[in-house]
């Protein structure tokens, strides 16, 4: 099937061979086969009684402590083998890996990496890896090759000539090839092109079994990794099991420990020609997932929330908000956020005067000794230096005078929330009052977008958040990337000569799950509009809304149904919405077909459970029947209620 050169030279370094490299960096364009090369490997590794550790690069946490945890038997173990796939995703490892990492092998170990970039020049041309490391670009397949992999594929004679036609010597084409033509369902011929994958995936795919089925098509096509949880969640379909398992046994899809995801061709592939042949469904997926990864967001385990986020932002990573204050660093700018250690706390206090003069460091020291906690670093991952610093006060009513007087920019701060709306007594207000990148300092950064995303999972999470505050230098660019996204509060507040401008947003008023549906909504296509002037798609988010908040009362009486017709000319809107939900919950049941949903919504909203999970223990549910009803029951209820804000009726 391919690939003998590279399985001989591998095999030599299994068998000990003095002359084999220790090393192996494969790269070559996305589907040539690289990771099907690493399972022969693997297996072959394996058939040798070597220790296998298997790591993807698109699940790779930032911190290189975690890359090293998840292979610590590379360097623990003698003989162990460690494969790297996809490593263009975590590239930014690259100079710590050759640097650091890879010279601490145990015994005998060896290293295979494999990614579509190839490796820096200066590893190449070192004379400490001539010898040790080997590098191969993987191109398309012989005709000879392609052959090989149609027979095992059990393609007939007759028709490999055809297949090869059609897909040329792309591995990946040929497999999905094989895979269609074994089902009879594929034609045409050409190069292996988006539009011959697209081909390709339609024949593979065929008739799909059912409407579920296609739903979780849409859902792997977009979801950064699908597991059985997820399509649980957002499917709720009692026969989910079988689901993922078809899901699963498709030949363009991958797996780790986490779920599954489509080969990164057969992804955008699938994305192109699910949109365009159901631009609806597409999007009405897409928002189910947002949903899903927003209620995680308030009740996800700490450790997972900021993969959260990050799971939300990759689903919208096209959206131009987005686009405009997020970036998407470098290999050699990646960077990842620890925690501050009093030996560092001379070098962010030189960083503050370098980048921002003396008055700046002496209040960053001022900070310290109050809120030495809520400082954090940035380390490049590929040194481990740091190079950034960031502040993220949490600052209690009522405010502290002598904060006050020592701070012009958190002054300014509390002198805005007192103007516009008053921090009540066991509210406060968060600032991430300095956010120093000196070789990027004001500029949009991975520094800047790691730590809002702190921020919002923190702010998701606060009890008694008011206001949030974010202070930029430069704050006439600021404004225009923010427009939409936070307010400008037009106080200027300057320290040491410097004036920054301060941008803020009231918790309060928009609940950050709100907010968040603000950013990821924008380029959403439009809906029909009632009476109010609000959308079918902004509507439904609402009454979403609206009962995600109903035990927070701050949160209820902010929320966007009170600008609804509903309670239009209601002299206290907050108490007839919530006489006006319970009474649409209670209607569903009218038809008993529908009482269950009833059920489903009243325990989860209204009995005060902490989590879905709760909820469907109370009534004595299997998980997926629940999420079932539950989406039966929104869906019913947001009808019911979107017909009585057009026609005014009960």
């Given amino acids: 099937m391919g690939r003998g050169a590279e399985l001989e030279v591998f095999g030599r370094a299994l068998d000990g061979d003095a002359e084999a490299p220790f090393a192996f960096y494969l790269s070559g364009a996305g589907g040539i086969g690289k990771s099907a090369l690493l399972r022969r490997m693997g297996d072959r590794a394996r058939d040798a009684g070597r220790r296998v550790v298997e790591l993807d690069g698109r699940f790779v946490g930032r911190d290189p402590a975690e890359f090293e945890q998840a292979a610590e038997d590379f360097v623990r173990e003698p003989q162990t083998v460690l494969f790297i796939d996809s490593f263009e995703h975590c590239q930014w490892l690259e100079n710590w890996l050759w640097q650091r990492f890879l010279p601490r092998a145990a015994e005998g170990a060896l290293a295979v990496v494999a990614g579509r970039l190839a490796p820096q020049p200066q590893w190449t041309a070192d004379p400490a890896w001539a010898g040790l490391l080997l590098v191969r670009e993987l191109t398309a397949l012989s005709e000879g090759e392609a052959r090989e992999l149609l027979a095992a594929a059990s393609v007939r004679p007759e028709r490999r000539g ?48 059912t409407a579920a089925h296609r739903r979780a098509l849409e859902v792997a096509a977009q ?66 997932l947002a949903e899903e990864y927003l209620r995680l967001l308030r009740e996800a385990p700490e450790e997972r929330v900021r993969a959260v986020t990050d799971e939300l932002f990759y689903l919208f990573r096209e959206v131009e908000k987005l686009a405009k204050t997020r970036v998407w660093a470098t290999p050699e700018d990646e960077v990842h956020e620890s925690a501050l250690h009093p030996d560092d706390h001379d070098l962010i206090l030189r960083m503050a005067e370098e980048t921002e003069g003396p008055e700046s460091a002496a209040l960053v020291r001022f900070w310290l000794d109050r809120q030495p906690d809520r400082f954090s670093v940035f380390r490049l ?173 701050s949160a209820f009486a902010a929320c966007s149904l009170l600008r609804a017709r509903l309670v239009a000319d209601s002299a206290d809107p907050v108490a007839d919405l919530r006489t006006v939900l319970r009474e649409a919950v209670e209607e569903i049941a009218a038809d008993p077909r529908s009482a269950r949903a009833r059920d489903v919504l009243a325990a989860t909203y209204f009995s005060g459970v902490p989590t879905q999970e709760a909820a469907a223990r109370r009534l004595s549910l299997p998980y997926g029947t629940y999420r079932r009803h539950l989406r039966q029951g929104l869906d019913l209820l947001c009808e019911a209620l979107w017909q009585r804000e057009l026609y005014g009726t009960h």
């Fill in 162 to 209: 055809r297949v090869l036609r059609f897909a040329g010597g792309n591995p990946l084409a040929l497999t999905l090839a094989a895979a269609a033509d074994a089902t009879g369902r594929t034609d045409g011929d050409g190069t292996p092109s988006a539009e011959v994958l697209r081909t390709l995936l339609a024949g593979l795919i065929g008739e799909v079994p």
């Fill in 223 to 288: 979801a950064h990794v699908t597991s059985e949880e997820l399509l649980a969640a957002v499917l709720a379909d009692d026969d989910v099991h079988e689901i993922f398992t078809w899901l699963r046994e498709l030949p363009f899809m991958e797996s780790n420990a986490r779920g599954l995801y489509p080969h990164d061709a057969a992804r955008e592939t699938l994305k192109a020609d699910l949109r365009w042949r159901a631009p609806n469904a597409y999007g009405t997926m897409r928002q189910r």
């Fill in 381 to 553: 991952i590929s040194t481990g230096r740091i190079v950034a610093f960031t502040a993220r006060l949490v600052l209690p009513a009522p405010p502290d005078e002598t904060e006050i007087a020592a701070d012009p920019v958190l002054a300014a701060a509390w002198r805005y929330s007192e103007e516009t709306s008053p921090v009540r007594p066991g509210e406060h207000i968060a600032m991430t009052r300095f956010s120093i990148y000196p070789e990027h300092y004001q500029e949009p950064s991975r520094v800047i977008d790691l730590s809002n995303s702190r921020v919002q999972a923190e702010a998701a999470r606060a009890r008694g958040r008011a206001h949030g505050f974010l202070p930029y230098r430069d704050y006439d660019a600021w404004a225009e990337r923010l427009r939409g996204v936070l307010v400008d509060s037009g106080e200027r507040p300057s320290v040491g000569g410097r004036t920054y401008g301060l941008f803020t947003i009231d918790w309060r008023k928009i609940p950050v799950e709100s907010w968040l549906r603000h950013l990821i909504n924008a380029t959403e296509m439009p809906s029909l509009s009632g009476p109010s002037g609000v959308s079918r798609i902004a509507f439904d988010q609402g009454v979403r809304e609206a009962l995600q908040h109903w035990r927070a009362p």
